[in-house]
């Protein structure tokens, strides 16, 4: 909370401001870290509340949830990409994300031929290898899963690469979460930022010894990453003790209320709800009743009047 503070003591408190030791970095001159990695110094989301910013989040990852048919999430995916470029974030950037994606792309698949959906063993059978049969249904309804999946990892992902602890912090005291949740909030996602560079600094001494992990096979990676672990939570508790002893001799108060008066919020003061946040918060709202009346109301997102379902199926 400290960094934050000086850092925007350096930048001068505003959103848009350059600190000046942006002017002698030239990569800093593009990013700004923050706790998933960097966001973007300058960025046309910036422009909206963060209150906006966090319902554009929750409506983006609500939405799949009521779409079945793949190809309106794959739009839905490129809608992310395209807001990934219009805030100035690289899609060179989601290349760290790809081998989780190809991993749960494996595990979904893996799973729906192991264990087909009980109501669809009946259906078309696509290949069978000993005991183990891939069913069409079972598996269009694993790829529909998928969709879901990276359309929600994908607005989270844009979501923390455009918006700084303290945006998520003004969001919530913005909707009046209470002072004491939000605090919580705030630390447990400094803690993640702490976390994954006590996991660098392990990798970093690890290297720094000899280890090589590239020559060791997908379980002995497993069994690394396990051991990685106990170091980690070594870290963590002494860290949890240190800004416990830190927070109890600063005198911090968890309560919204100073001696009966309300606490001052200084975040919070630095920015204005203006017309361009209500009507796209307006337009979100409406956007998201659509899909679900839509959903509700008739079979169109459902998976078997999906064009991929029905397209695919007269093929077999």
Known sequence: MTTSVHHEALTGGGPGATSPLEVTRPRERALRKTIVGYIPAQSPMYHLHPASRLVLYLVTSVIPLFIEAPEVNILVVLLSLGLFAYANVKLARLRMFLPMFATVFVILGLTYTVFPRRFETDSAVL????PVTGHFDSLMWAFATYCRIIA???????????????????????????????????????????????????????????????TLGPIGRIRHFAMNLVPLFTLSIRRSDDISI??????????????????????RSRFVIRARDRVLVILLLVTLAGVIALRSATPWLGLTHSAVYSGLLGLL
Do not use: H, Q, W
């Not at 290949?127 to 000993?130: E, K, P, Q, R």
């Not at 209470?178 to 290297?207: K, M, N, Q």
């Open 127 to 130: 290949f069978a290898v000993g």
């Open 152 to 214: 929600l990892v994908l607005a989270s992902i844009f979501y923390f690469s455009t918006n700084r602890e303290s945006d998520i912090l003004v969001a919530l005291r913005t909707f009046g979460v209470p002072f004491v949740v939000s605090y919580f909030v705030g630390l447990t996602l400094r803690s993640v930022g702490i976390f994954l560079e006590d996991y660098a600094v392990i990798r970093e001494a690890e290297i720094a010894r000899g280890l090589d992990t590239r």
């Open 246 to 267: 830190g927070l109890y001799a600063k005198g911090t108060r968890l309560s919204g209320r100073v001696n009966g008066v309300r606490r001052p919020d200084y975040l």
